[in-house]
């Protein structure tokens, strides 16, 4: 895929770009009933960086993701994005906050009933209060980027799961987040499409300023993407690193054991 198409989304943006710190947890602590699924978790997260989540399956990774999108609330800690309180914080400054941050889950969510162009459009409109015009010149660019530009009249049912997801991914960069969270966005999808997905969100982590914060189990595209991967087990990260150091020479040996069963 190209990369020249994504200049109105990397070099236009409309508030400048922060630098340093962007996303930090802080003691963090998640319960659902008496089972504690983050312990008192720290970890932070620069601007600009690709940062991935790996471990077992229920080890927490998601709902660091959910905390993130206010899906969730924690029991303990402090969430700051971009310098200001996530949680906890008032309703009005979490409304704010969460403007800086998108999302991709698994089931790709897009709204049934609305054309390809209008799932894009709707949220720009409704909650950025661009014009129908403007939000729709910035969708026809983000369907360029992800490859869907002769779709865009036709309704999610009419798409395959990978051209759904790449609406969605769309979707997301259309509020224009400083951060995309994105939860194993592949998991959902037939074998021959994750390639198309994963392509595209290489492209998108080569080619725009976006901080990422990805939970995935395609440890292929985590070592191309990623600055840091951080090893989780039982709510904690145990291992964390640039993926050359945490895919060739783990230390711990949860890790090991978690690579030899995944690779
Ligand atoms: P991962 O993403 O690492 O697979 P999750 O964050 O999805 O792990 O889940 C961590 C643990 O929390 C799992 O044991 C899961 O069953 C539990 N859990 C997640 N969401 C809920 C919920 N809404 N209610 C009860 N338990 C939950």
């Excluded at 602590?29 to 720290?42: A, S």
């Excluded at 600009?48 to 077992?56: E, F, M």
């Excluded at 661009?130 to 369907?143: F, G, M, Q, V, Y």
């Excluded at 990805?214 to 709510?235: P, W, Y």
Aim: glycine share 6%; net charge negative.
């Amino acid at each position: 895929m190209s990369t020249d198409t994504h200049a109105p989304f990397d070099k236009k943006p409309e508030s400048p770009r922060s630098t340093g710190e962007l996303i930090r947890l802080e003691q963090v602590t998640k319960r659902f009933g008496n089972h504690t699924v983050l312990d008192h978790l720290d970890f932070s997260v620069d601007a600009g960086k690709h940062v991935t989540l790996i471990g077992p399956s229920g080890s927490g990774k998601t709902t660091i993701l959910r905390l993130l999108m206010t899906l969730l609330k924690p029991d303990e800690g402090t969430i700051t994005v971009d310098g200001e309180r996530l949680f906890p914080a008032p309703e009005k400054q979490v409304r704010e906050v969460r403007k800086k941050i998108g999302m991709v889950f698994q089931q790709f969510n897009l709204f049934p009933n609305m054309t390809v162009l209008r799932n894009i459009t709707e949220a720009p409109v409704t909650v950025l209060g661009l014009s129908k015009d403007a939000a729709e010149e910035r969708a026809r660019e983000l369907l360029e980027m992800v490859g869907l530009t002769d779709h865009v009249d036709k309704h999610p049912a009419q798409l395959s799961g990978g051209q759904q997801q790449r609406v969605a991914i769309a979707r997301a960069l259309a509020m224009r987040p400083q951060v995309l969270l994105l939860d194993e966005v592949t998991s959902a999808l037939d074998p021959e499409l994750v390639a198309g997905v994963l392509d595209v969100l290489r492209d998108i982590a080569r080619s725009t300023d976006i901080t990422m914060l990805c939970v995935t189990h395609e440890m292929n595209f985590a070592r191309d993407i990623s600055d840091q991967v951080l090893m989780f087990d039982s709510g904690r990260v145990i291992e964390a690193g640039p993926p050359e150091k945490i895919f060739s020479e783990p230390e711990h040996d949860r890790t090991r054991e978690f690579l030899s069963a995944v690779l």
